[in-house]
């Protein structure tokens, strides 16, 4: 199986969580790319059988719980249906002292219905990464593993 990990990040926690995921989905024998959204196109999704999106969510054009700007630009230039027969997944890093505590992820999980994604799970919601980043880096392993694939 051919995944894709697309992440934005803005502190690189986003980045490290995606390695994280791509560590333990090699280990699986999966085939894994990780690549900034920015360095993407929606066309890039045909050569891949599962979708992973991997967002921060940060304060926006004064909006709580958005998506960095460079996600936010890639989900409005998608072609509609891009994602049509695609398994998906998503997670997302956040703060729950913020009125939107992983914002970013409803908004991910909005644009794959919209695509004609598949989710294959329910998305992962990761709390302050760098405070508790071992146990955060646990969630995300025991996350992957639980993955139907």
């Known amino acids: 199986m051919n995944v894709l990990i697309a992440y934005a990040t803005n502190s690189g926690g986003t980045y490290f969580a995606a390695q994280t995921v791509k560590k333990v989905l090699e280990a699986k024998k999966f085939s894994v790319t990780t690549a900034e959204v920015e360095d993407l196109s929606p066309h890039d999704f045909k050569k891949y059988d599962l979708i992973i999106l991997g967002s921060c969510s940060w304060n926006y054009k ?88």
Not at 75 to 82: D, I, L, M
């Open 62 to 149: 004064d909006l709580e719980g958005q998506l960095p700007k460079s996600f936010e630009e890639f989900v409005k230039n998608t072609p509609a249906n891009s994602l049509q027969n695609k398994k998906c997944a998503v997670f997302g890093l956040g703060d729950s002292e913020y009125l939107y505590f992983c914002g970013a992820v409803g908004i991910l999980e909005k644009y794959i219905q919209k695509n004609g994604g598949t989710p294959i799970t329910d998305s992962l919601r990761i709390d302050g990464y760098y405070k508790h980043e071992k146990e955060n880096n646990e969630k995300l392993e025991k996350w992957v593993h639980s993955l139907p694939l």
